[in-house]
């Protein structure tokens, strides 16, 4: 992520076909509260999976 964000102007982070992040990676970053790119990523990342994890339970009372 360290060349990512060294390198891209924009970057758009995508979960399941979704766009979930757009944006400068220092912005997206201070967003998530991260300090860098691959700290917001990873919380999201983190975030995608509690989401799915929850889903799945409730298919399933």
């Given at each position: 992520?360290?060349?990512v964000e060294?390198?891209?102007?924009r970057?758009?982070?995508l979960a399941?076909?979704?766009v979930v992040a757009t944006g400068r990676p220092d912005e997206i970053a201070a967003h998530y509260g991260?300090?860098?790119l691959e700290a917001a990523f990873l919380e999201l990342a983190q975030r995608q999976r509690r989401e799915a994890v929850h889903a799945q339970q409730s298919d399933h009372p």
């Amino acid at each position: 992520m360290r060349d990512v964000e060294r390198v891209c102007e924009r970057v758009i982070l995508l979960a399941h076909g979704r766009v979930v992040a757009t944006g400068r990676p220092d912005e997206i970053a201070a967003h998530y509260g991260a300090n860098d790119l691959e700290a917001a990523f990873l919380e999201l990342a983190q975030r995608q999976r509690r989401e799915a994890v929850h889903a799945q339970q409730s298919d399933h009372p």
